[in-house]
């Protein structure tokens, strides 16, 4: 008998799918496969349906179904997961079908899909399609649509997926609770003509965000801004895969942010052109080249490139707060203040203390003793040394000999001759620093005889 943690083993999911639905078509119930692990699972093509091509979810899964009369059927259970953000940390989440997010659900444009949930949580619960055109009934929102699913029931939606693009599901139950716990996954709906909006490479993830004290396992679920770690599908960087691609493919990344703050997702070495949003695909003509897309909460973000530079490019959030790991927020400024040695005594006595800038040494290059489960707030080891990077990051691999389908990690990327910064060993002026800049825009009318320290209030709560 084929369990649902062995679904996407052995011979592959389209076969063990048939006998997955065989085995509960008595009971009228479909399936809910579970996946125990945070590899990325690349979906082959749909075994029945309508055809559409694949997206990738990074460091996640799409939800097979069965057709039962002409209707998809997916089987959501809403259930506590233990998530494992980087190798080295784990975290107490709950999400869906053993995974938070959960997993992906691709329909094409037209389909009627009808989804069974099962709620496994403590309290009750509800899914709300985020996006999707559908009967009121079937929004998903607790107390105004629909009661809320009790522990231990199963509720069914039923809707068509009228339009093509990318869509989110969540609770709108104990949203505070939920969603910081990790409750979300993505929606695509595939356009009827699989030639439509066609690309090569097809990624998609969601944005998170946490607060887990280093040494504990479950994410605070009142926090409203001070997160300390920024994930791409509960993952941070090391432990977020890249996306290997071909060069010359034409790519398109699907961002969705769920988090309490917007992020402006940028990417290195190539423009890109927002293609769609909440509201669908964007017109071509309204169109316009960039490097960073801001992805406001609730949004989705389509970009779409051809990939046509080879290397290892870096995609990331540009707070530069959200590509770090667990990190103290209350921390002084220190720069110029030579404490080597001293951050080490200091790190062991507050677990989430870190050095920044000169004298305490870059983050990325601090070997400090951690605390039980958590991670430093830099790391990643690339072909030059530490990447010092976290959270919101990862990395685009263009390569000119991936082969097509091919989603494996190509390594790092071998430069061409003269084509790597180099150091200056020639003459170099001594640097003067100004002392006057601006003044004489603006005088002082009184001159202060002491030099005035501030210090503003602590925490950042302006993410």
């Known amino acids: 008998m084929i369990s649902r943690r062995d679904f996407f083993r052995g011979a592959g999911a389209v076969a063990v799918s048939?006998?997955?639905?065989?085995?509960?078509?008595?009971?009228?119930?479909?399936?809910?496969?579970?996946?125990?692990?945070?590899?990325?699972?690349?979906?082959?093509?749909?075994?029945?349906?309508?055809?559409?091509?694949?997206?990738?979810?990074l460091n996640g899964w799409s939800l097979p179904w069965r057709m039962n009369n002409g209707v998809k059927e997916f089987h959501l259970v809403a259930e506590p997961v233990v998530r494992e953000f980087a190798p080295g940390m784990k975290v107490n989440l709950w999400g869906y079908n053993g995974q938070s997010p959960g997993p992906t659900i691709e329909v094409v444009e037209g389909d009627r899909v009808r989804i069974f949930v099962?709620?496994?949580?403590?309290?009750?619960?509800?899914?709300?399609?985020?996006?999707?055109?559908?009967?009121?009934?079937?929004?998903?929102?607790?107390?105004?649509?629909?009661?809320?699913i009790k522990p231990g029931k199963t509720f069914v939606y039923e809707f068509v997926a009228r339009r093509a693009g990318t869509f989110m599901y969540?609770?709108?139950a104990d949203?505070?609770?939920?969603?910081?716990?990790?409750?979300?996954?993505?929606?695509?709906?595939?356009?009827?003509?699989?030639?439509?909006?066609?690309?090569?490479?097809?990624?998609?993830?969601l944005l998170g965000a946490y607060d887990v004290d280093p040494g504990s396992y479950t994410p605070k679920i009142n926090t409203m801004l001070d997160f300390n770690l920024w994930t791409f599908n509960s993952r941070v960087f090391p432990g977020i895969d890249s996306l290997p691609v071909r060069?010359?493919?034409?790519?398109?990344?699907?961002?969705?942010?769920?988090?309490?703050?917007?992020?402006p997702i940028h990417l290195h070495g190539h423009e890109f052109e927002v293609t769609g949003t909440d509201g669908g695909w964007t017109p071509p003509g309204s169109r316009w080249p960039e490097v960073s897309a801001d992805v406001a909460v609730g949004q989705m973000r389509a970009i779409e490139f051809v990939a046509n530079e080879p290397g290892d490019w870096a995609l990331h959030c540009h707070k530069s707060h959200h590509t770090m790991n667990a990190m103290?927020?209350?921390?002084?400024?220190?720069?110029?203040?030579d404490h080597r040695g001293l951050a080490e005594k200091i790190g062991k006595i507050v677990p989430d203390y870190m050095v920044m800038g000169d004298k305490g040494g870059s983050m990325g290059g601090m070997e400090m003793p951690l605390p039980e489960n958590t991670l430093p707030m830099m790391s990643g080891e690339g072909p030059f040394g530490s990447v010092e990077m976290g959270g919101m990051f990862t990395v685009l691999k263009v390569r000119p000999d991936q082969k097509r389908g091919d989603y494996t990690d190509p390594g790092?990327?071998?430069?061409?001759?003269?084509?790597?910064?180099?150091?200056?060993?020639?003459?170099?002026?001594?640097?003067?620093?100004?002392?006057?800049?601006?003044?004489?825009?603006?005088?002082?009318?009184?001159?202060?005889?002491?030099?005035?320290?501030?210090?503003?209030?602590?925490g950042h709560g302006g993410h």
């Open 118 to 148: 099962t709620n496994k949580l403590p309290e009750h619960t509800s899914v709300h399609w985020h996006g999707q055109r559908l009967p009121n009934g079937m929004d998903g929102v607790t107390g105004l649509t629909q009661p809320g």
């Open 247 to 263: 060069q010359n493919d034409r790519v398109r990344i699907r961002v969705g942010n769920l988090t309490m703050t917007n992020h």
């Open 18 to 57: 048939s006998a997955a639905v065989s085995r509960v078509a008595a009971a009228s119930l479909p399936e809910a496969v579970l996946v125990d692990h945070a590899r990325t699972l690349v979906p082959p093509p749909p075994p029945n349906g309508r055809p559409y091509n694949p997206v990738v979810t």
């Open 170 to 172: 969540h609770p709108h």
């Open 328 to 337: 103290g927020h209350d921390v002084p400024n220190l720069i110029g203040v």
């Open 412 to 458: 790092w990327y071998k430069h061409p001759a003269g084509t790597v910064a180099y150091e200056w060993t020639g003459e170099l002026a001594e640097p003067v620093r100004s002392t006057s800049a601006g003044r004489g825009a603006m005088p002082a009318e009184h001159k202060p005889d002491v030099e005035l320290s501030v210090k503003k209030p602590s």
């Open 175 to 205: 949203e505070m609770a939920q969603m910081a716990m990790g409750m979300m996954g993505l929606w695509i709906t595939h356009p009827k003509e699989p030639s439509l909006h066609a690309v090569d490479r097809d990624f998609a993830f």
